[in-house]
């Protein structure tokens, strides 16, 4: 009887863990593929990355965040991956290949090459108040806010914060 016993406790254990599982990656996770070059060198075509689904429920991306979101909320629309400029009622522009937040140099995490064409931020752009401008890490190749249509990512269709990466293994790890 008590072989039994341990038995119903070890498949207990494991559904509890399993369904803990499935909530985490369902609800709050989310793994999608990074598309085209416009993050190198932070990620490259077909990285895998795990996504935060739940932490833009709770508080609002910040600059340098690492965003994934659907253009204009299209849905048949692959995932975009874009680095958050500038936040809410923020200014943004573009002059001789660096971007100014509220008039001052953005400070990049990453490492970025000098932008060649300022698309729609020539002119200085104000955020409204659900409005993130975002770019791509590889600023001469990236469609993003710049360009009419992308242009400002709503809250609404941001799906969440990517955090980690999962594949190649030797990329393995926090972003």
Known sequence: MSAAREALAWTAEILITLMIAFTLVYFIGLRTSVVGQSMAETLENGDEILVDRFIYKVTNPKPNDIIVFLPNGNEKSHYYVKRVIAVPGDRVSIE????????????????????????????????????????????????????????????????????????????????
């Open 96 to 175: 001789d290949g660096v971007v100014y937040v509220n008039g001052k140099a953005f400070q990049d995490e990453a490492e970025t090459a000098a932008i060649e064409e300022a698309g729609l931020a020539a002119e200085e752009i104000t955020l409204g108040s659900d409005e993130f401008f975002v770019l791509g890490d590889n600023r001469n190749n990236s469609e993003d806010s710049r360009y009419a249509n992308i242009g400002n990512v709503r809250k609404e269709h941001i799906i969440g914060k990517a955090w980690f990466i999962v594949s190649p293994w030797g990329d393995f790890g926090f972003l």
